[in-house]
């Protein structure tokens, strides 16, 4: 009895541990469970902080710290860099006339073209980019742009406007334009006043025969003017015209009634367009004062002789067309040429020491294409030429002048060099580079070179 007694007593003291270990762990369990709650919580409250601030990360513009202009957003460009650009405020939906279209993905740009327009719509004051252009209109007057105050681009090409239907002052007073296009009208004066704010004129295809001195005075920011396929005269340019314009970048001359070349150019000019005029000599040191001349055009004009040293000034010329003129020899080019254009002259022979009277083999001749078409060449070019051009690609001789109106062909048309592995694969870096420019630049209208490229 004694025994059973112990037995029991000892079975009830480990039940009773039992119980107690069990009650522990049961507490421990739900204190665990308490501690992982609290966790929980707090992890899942650091991941809301934590996504919140990636967020914040993932939308800010780093443009803004900067303050870089964004070319897909027109308002945010500012010619002055020092000072702070401002976003305009408008209402939306924008405000547009009825006439034309605006669309909300480009809320600062209003198009009206090729809507058989007679007369100008009203502009609402926020607008920047006005399109006009491919209409009937024939007057430009004050009245549309009463409201009007952050206007930076105007295209009203391909109309009929008169010059005496624009109202003194209506452009003069856009104080933040800086395109004006006006080609393709029936302008007989330079529009005068204009801006100072602008950058870009284009006034080809019209009949502009007069050019007042003080009409270029007010325009000291202007880089590209096209006047090609007007009545401009020798007696137009006389004076200072261009010199006092002097970020003047493109000058465009073609087609009018040119017979010397035009006077006091600005030594910031890089691009020269003179075709199709009536030129027939060039100044010697005509260029002395161009450094910075990259393409020059000259080609169907009455040329019948070159200085030796004309382009001995020229540093940084890559591209240069006499094509079409009555040339009867070449002439020195400098190391930077790249494309030469001297078809359909008087050339009988290519005398290839007076284009490169040296070899330098630290400082080579850049030249690749060589156009001498239609000239009186009976023989190839002497193969001294390739090493003077070491880079030469292309010369095409094509079809040759003969006595009689009679042509004829060098035995070969077009020679073409072979290329070693290493141009191969420079040519097609450069074309890949090229096409994904053009792919990017596809949509946007170039204006600064309109007859370049």
Same mark, same amino acid.
């Given at each position: 009895m004694h025994g059973e007694i112990s037995s029991l007593l000892i079975t009830n003291k480990d039940s009773g541990r039992n119980h107690k270990q069990k009650t522990t762990q049961n507490y421990q369990g739900r204190s665990t469970n308490s501690n992982m709650g609290i966790l929980s919580q707090l992890s899942i409250i650091y991941l809301l902080w934590t996504t919140t601030a990636f967020c914040q990360y993932e939308d800010y513009d780093f443009g803004d710290e900067y303050d870089e202009p964004d070319h897909q957003h027109p308002y945010y460009f500012n010619s002055n860099p020092g000072a702070q650009a401002e976003v305009p405020h408008f209402p939306f939906p924008v405000e547009c006339a009825r006439e034309c279209f605006c669309p909300p993905e480009f809320p600062l740009s209003m198009y009206c073209d090729h809507r058989k327009l007679k007369t100008?719509?009203?502009?609402? *004051?926020?607008? $920047?980019? @006005?399109?006009? $252009?491919? =209409?009937?209109?024939?007057?430009?007057? *004050?009245? +549309?742009?009463?409201?009007?105050?952050i206007l930076r681009e105007i295209n009203l090409s391909f109309n009929k406007i008169k010059s005496h239907m624009i109202d003194r002052g209506v452009f003069a007073k856009l104080s933040n334009l800086v395109q004006l296009h006006l080609q393709h009208n029936e302008l007989d004066e330079f529009p005068f006043p @204009?801006?100072?704010?602008?950058?870009? %004129?284009?006034?080809?295809?019209?009949?502009?025969?007069? @050019? +007042?001195?003080? *009409? %270029?005075?007010? %325009?000291? =920011?202007?880089? &590209?003017?096209? @006047?090609?396929?007007?009545f401009l005269d020798d007696s137009v340019l006389k004076g200072n015209h261009f010199s006092v314009m002097s970020n003047l970048m493109q000058l465009n001359l073609c087609n009018n009634k040119l017979q010397t070349m035009p006077p006091s150019l600005p030594s910031s000019l &890089?691009? %020269?367009?003179?075709?199709?005029?009536?030129?027939?000599?060039? +100044?010697?040191?005509?260029?002395?004062k161009l450094p910075k001349i990259i393409a020059l055009r000259m080609s169907h004009n009455n040329l019948q002789n070159v200085p030796r040293n004309t382009f001995i000034n020229l540093p940084n010329l890559l591209e240069l067309n006499l094509g079409h003129n009555k040339l009867k020899q070449v002439f020195y080019i400098p190391r930077s040429l790249q494309h030469l254009y001297i078809e359909d002259n008087d050339i009988e022979m290519i005398n290839v020491t007076l284009m490169c009277p040296s070899i330098d083999p630290m400082n080579t001749n850049q030249l690749t294409y060589l156009r001498v078409d239609h000239n009186k060449l009976t023989a190839p070019i002497s193969t001294y030429a390739f090493f003077c051009f070491p880079h030469i690609r292309t010369i095409y001789y094509g079809e040759q002048n003969r006595n009689g109106n009679k042509s004829t062909q060098i035995r070969t048309a077009v020679f073409r060099r072979l290329l070693t592995p290493e141009e191969y694969d420079e040519i097609e870096d450069d074309h890949e580079t090229h096409d994904q420019e053009t792919e990017e630049e596809h949509e946007a209208e170039n204006y600064f070179f309109p007859h370049f490229w």
């Amino acid at each position: 009895m004694h025994g059973e007694i112990s037995s029991l007593l000892i079975t009830n003291k480990d039940s009773g541990r039992n119980h107690k270990q069990k009650t522990t762990q049961n507490y421990q369990g739900r204190s665990t469970n308490s501690n992982m709650g609290i966790l929980s919580q707090l992890s899942i409250i650091y991941l809301l902080w934590t996504t919140t601030a990636f967020c914040q990360y993932e939308d800010y513009d780093f443009g803004d710290e900067y303050d870089e202009p964004d070319h897909q957003h027109p308002y945010y460009f500012n010619s002055n860099p020092g000072a702070q650009a401002e976003v305009p405020h408008f209402p939306f939906p924008v405000e547009c006339a009825r006439e034309c279209f605006c669309p909300p993905e480009f809320p600062l740009s209003m198009y009206c073209d090729h809507r058989k327009l007679k007369t100008i719509p009203n502009i609402p *004051a926020h607008v $920047q980019q @006005l399109y006009l $252009q491919n =209409n009937d209109i024939e007057a430009v007057p *004050a009245g +549309p742009f009463t409201n009007v105050t952050i206007l930076r681009e105007i295209n009203l090409s391909f109309n009929k406007i008169k010059s005496h239907m624009i109202d003194r002052g209506v452009f003069a007073k856009l104080s933040n334009l800086v395109q004006l296009h006006l080609q393709h009208n029936e302008l007989d004066e330079f529009p005068f006043p @204009l801006p100072s704010s602008l950058e870009r %004129l284009l006034l080809g295809f019209n009949k502009i025969s007069q @050019l +007042p001195g003080i *009409a %270029l005075d007010g %325009l000291p =920011n202007i880089t &590209m003017l096209d @006047l090609c396929n007007n009545f401009l005269d020798d007696s137009v340019l006389k004076g200072n015209h261009f010199s006092v314009m002097s970020n003047l970048m493109q000058l465009n001359l073609c087609n009018n009634k040119l017979q010397t070349m035009p006077p006091s150019l600005p030594s910031s000019l &890089m691009y %020269l367009s003179l075709e199709n005029n009536s030129i027939s000599y060039i +100044p010697e040191n005509y260029f002395s004062k161009l450094p910075k001349i990259i393409a020059l055009r000259m080609s169907h004009n009455n040329l019948q002789n070159v200085p030796r040293n004309t382009f001995i000034n020229l540093p940084n010329l890559l591209e240069l067309n006499l094509g079409h003129n009555k040339l009867k020899q070449v002439f020195y080019i400098p190391r930077s040429l790249q494309h030469l254009y001297i078809e359909d002259n008087d050339i009988e022979m290519i005398n290839v020491t007076l284009m490169c009277p040296s070899i330098d083999p630290m400082n080579t001749n850049q030249l690749t294409y060589l156009r001498v078409d239609h000239n009186k060449l009976t023989a190839p070019i002497s193969t001294y030429a390739f090493f003077c051009f070491p880079h030469i690609r292309t010369i095409y001789y094509g079809e040759q002048n003969r006595n009689g109106n009679k042509s004829t062909q060098i035995r070969t048309a077009v020679f073409r060099r072979l290329l070693t592995p290493e141009e191969y694969d420079e040519i097609e870096d450069d074309h890949e580079t090229h096409d994904q420019e053009t792919e990017e630049e596809h949509e946007a209208e170039n204006y600064f070179f309109p007859h370049f490229w």
